[in-house]
C-alpha cells in the first residue's frame, strides 16, 4: 500500500515538472530555408546589362553588344553599398528579356565576352559574386525565361537552353540564394532576325518544375522566386507593397508563373496548401535600369522608411534595385539614401520599450512557452498557449508612463502561420483604448510592425483574437 502510494506521488511529479510538448504544427509551414530566407528581410536587386547603356527598359534583343561598356565598374562598391545599407544580399540580372548574359558562356554569343568591357574578358556575375563573398553577403541571380534574342524562342530547342543557361550559372558561382524567375513576357522581339511576336504558353512553355528541381539539385539552400513560388512570391505589384492581411500561403493548384490575379498575390491565400512567402520588389529610382533623366528621381530615406514599414512590416521581404549606371557603378545619392534609410530604421527600431515592463499572458502553455519569451529577443522561443486555446491576450505593464508609437509583433512560423486577428490597446489612466494605426489588424505571421500617434501609456495589451490554432508568438516589441 505505501509502495503504491509513493508510486502515485513519483508519477504526479513527473506530471508536474513534465516538459509541455510544443504545439503541433499547423499547416503549411515553410522549409528551413525560406525561414532563413525571410530572416534577410532586406535585400538589394542589380539591374545592369545592355539596356543602362542604350536607355531602355526593355531591349528587343538587337542591340550590339559592344554597346556594353562600363567604364569604371566596381563590383566592391555595389557590395559595400549594400552592407552599410543593412541589406543581407543582393540578386543580379544575369540575363534580362533582351537575352544578353552579363558572363562569359559559351552557350550563346551574345554575352560579355563579345562586349567592350575589359576587352571580352569580364564577368559580372563572377565579379559580384567575389565581391559578396568579400563583404559576407548572400549571392542570387536573375534568368529572365523571356529571351528576344534567341532565333529559337517559342520552340523546345530554346526551352533546352534555358535550362543549359540556368545550370551553368547554379554550378559557377558557389552558392546562391535566390533564383529570380520573372513572368514578363510582351510578345515582340528580334529572335535572330524575324522581328515578330511570339507568344508562348506561360503555364506550361518554360517546363518550370525541370528547372525548379534542378535549383533543388544543384543548389539545396537556394530558393526559386516566381508569381506562384514555389520559395517565395511576387507581392503583385512593383511599387514595393505588401497586403496589410498577408498570409505566407498559396493554393498550389491554382497560381503559376504569369498568375494574372495580382490582388491575390498581394494578401496570400487564406485557404493554401504551399508555403510561398511574399516579396516586395521595388526600384530606388522609377526605372529598373539606369537612365541619366532619373538622376532627381531616386527615392529618399524617408520614401524607403515608409516601403520597409509596408514590407518587412506587414509579413514581406524587401528587395530594392538600384540601377547601376554607364560607369558600373551605384550612383551616390541612390546609396547615401539607401544607408541613410537603413540608418532611420535603425532608430527607429532600437529600444524595446517592453524590456522590463511585467508581462502576463492570459493562458500560457507551460514553463518553456511562459509569456517573457516575446521580449527575450530570441526568435527561436516563443510564447504558446495551450491546445484549443486560440485566442488570449498579453498585456505589458511599464513600470512608469511610457511614450510609445510602434509596435512589433512576430509569429513562431517555423510551425505555421495563425493568428487572423488581432488589437492593440493602450491603458491610460485605468481605460483602455485602441490605438490607431490606420491599417486593418488581421494577420502577422513572420513579422508586422504598427505606427500610430505617438501616446502615453501605462501598459499596453495585445489581444490575439482569432488564430489558425494555439497561438505562437516569437517577440513582441513597443517603439517611440
Ligand atoms: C519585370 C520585368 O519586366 C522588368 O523589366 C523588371 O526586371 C522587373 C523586376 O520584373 O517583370
Redesign the pocket.
Given at each position: 500500500m505505501k509502495k503504491l502510494s509513493i508510486l502515485f506521488l513519483a508519477l504526479g511529479l513527473a506530471a508536474c515538472t513534465k516538459e509541455v510538448p510544443a504545439p503541433e504544427p499547423v499547416y503549411p509551414i515553410p522549409a528551413q530555408k525560406q525561414v532563413k530566407w525571410q530572416q534577410m528581410e532586406t535585400y538589394a536587386f542589380i539591374?545592369f546589362g545592355l539596356n543602362t547603356f542604350n536607355d531602355m527598359?526593355?531591349g528587343y534583343g538587337d542591340t550590339d553588344p559592344m554597346t556594353f561598356n562600363p567604364t569604371h565598374l566596381d563590383a566592391e562598391q555595389w557590395a559595400r553599398t549594400f552592407a552599410e545599407a543593412g541589406l543581407k544580399g543582393v540578386i543580379l540580372t544575369a540575363k534580362?528579356?533582351d537575352g544578353f548574359c552579363l558572363w562569359p558562356t559559351e552557350l550563346t554569343d551574345y554575352n560579355i565576352s563579345h562586349s567592350a568591357y575589359k576587352d571580352g574578358k569580364g564577368d559580372v556575375v563572377g565579379e559580384l559574386a567575389a565581391a559578396c563573398k568579400k563583404y559576407g553577403l548572400k549571392f542570387g541571380v536573375y534568368l529572365s525565361p523571356w529571351d528576344r534574342n534567341r532565333a529559337d524562342y517559342g520552340e523546345q530547342s530554346y526551352v533546352e537552353y534555358y535550362h543549359a543557361q540556368l545550370q551553368d550559372l547554379l554550378t559557377r558561382y558557389g552558392d546562391l540564394f535566390e533564383i529570380w524567375f520573372?513572368?514578363?513576357n510582351g510578345g515582340d522581339g528580334y529572335y535572330g532576325g524575324a522581328r515578330e511576336r511570339r507568344n508562348i504558353d506561360r503555364r506550361n512553355y518554360y517546363d518550370f518544375p525541370k528547372a525548379w528541381a534542378m535549383v533543388e539539385q544543384l543548389q539545396p539552400d537556394a530558393i526559386c522566386f516566381s508569381d506562384a513560388g514555389p520559395g517565395c512570391r511576387w507581392v503583385g505589384n512593383?511599387r514595393g507593397i505588401a497586403g496589410t492581411t498577408n498570409w505566407s500561403f498559396l493554393r498550389s493548384a491554382d497560381v503559376y508563373p504569369g498568375y494574372p490575379n495580382m490582388d491575390e498575390l498581394n494578401v496570400g491565400h487564406t485557404d493554401g496548401d504551399a508555403w510561398v512567402a511574399a516579396e516586395c520588389?521595388v526600384s530606388i529610382r522609377p526605372g529598373?535600369f539606369y537612365h541619366e533623366s532619373e538622376d532627381d528621381q531616386v527615392k529618399t530615406a524617408d520614401d524607403l522608411t515608409e516601403l520597409y514599414y509596408q514590407s518587412v512590416g506587414r509579413n514581406a521581404t524587401l528587395l530594392l534595385n538600384f540601377p547601376v549606371n554607364k560607369e558600373g557603378l551605384i550612383s551616390k545619392t541612390d546609396s547615401l539614401n539607401a544607408v541613410h534609410f537603413h540608418q532611420r530604421i535603425q532608430r527607429e527600431l532600437n529600444q524595446n520599450l517592453l524590456v522590463g515592463a511585467k508581462v502576463e499572458a492570459s493562458e500560457t502553455r507551460g514553463k518553456t512557452f511562459n509569456a517573457n519569451k516575446v521580449t527575450d529577443g530570441a526568435f527561436d522561443s516563443y510564447w504558446a498557449t495551450s491546445d484549443g486555446v486560440s485566442s488570449a491576450s498579453l498585456t505589458f505593464t511599464f513600470r512608469e508612463p511610457t511614450v510609445l508609437s510602434k509596435v512589433l509583433l512576430q509569429e513562431y512560423i517555423p510551425l505555421g502561420q495563425r493568428v487572423s486577428r488581432f488589437s492593440v490597446e493602450v491603458q491610460k489612466g485605468g481605460e483602455w483604448q485602441a490605438v490607431d494605426a490606420g491599417e486593418e489588424t488581421t494577420t502577422i505571421g513572420y513579422k508586422r510592425i504598427l505606427r500610430f500617434p505617438e501616446t502615453t501609456a501605462d501598459a499596453l495589451r495585445i489581444t490575439f483574437i482569432e488564430s489558425r490554432g494555439p497561438l505562437c508568438i516569437s517577440e513582441v516589441a513597443a517603439y517611440k
Open positions: 539591374h527598359e526593355w534580362h528579356h520573372d513572368g514578363a512593383e520588389d529598373w
